[in-house]
């Protein structure tokens, strides 16, 4: 039995010890915002969500730290300043 329970702790550790280090590699940094202290990252969106209840930006998205009401507001922002138009201007002579 005592066998049993040192090889179960041995798999255990070195499981939790390989899972310790997946999945926050490519995770951004968390915003800095002054309304919200509390964020959680929503691996779908690949954005931070501001998760404290009494902020003014519960519930807000962040690319950068430019907080968004919500998710499609923030994604067509940042494609209007990378899309058409965004590039170098010329005049007609």
Not at 23 to 38: A, L, N
Not at 59 to 78: E, F
Request: charged fraction near 25%; hydrophobic fraction near 20%.
């Amino acid at each position: 039995m005592k066998k049993t329970k040192l090889m179960m702790l041995g798999i255990t550790t070195a499981f939790g010890g390989a899972m310790a280090g997946c999945g926050d590699e490519d995770v951004p940094p968390k915003p800095q915002d002054p309304y919200c202290s509390q964020f959680e990252y929503d691996h779908g969106d690949e954005e931070w969500e501001c998760d404290e209840r009494g902020s003014r930006h519960y519930g807000y998205y962040y690319i950068g730290n430019t907080a968004y009401p919500d998710t499609d507001s923030g994604k067509s922002s940042v494609k209007a300043k990378k899309g058409f138009g965004s590039g170098s201007t010329s005049t007609g002579s």
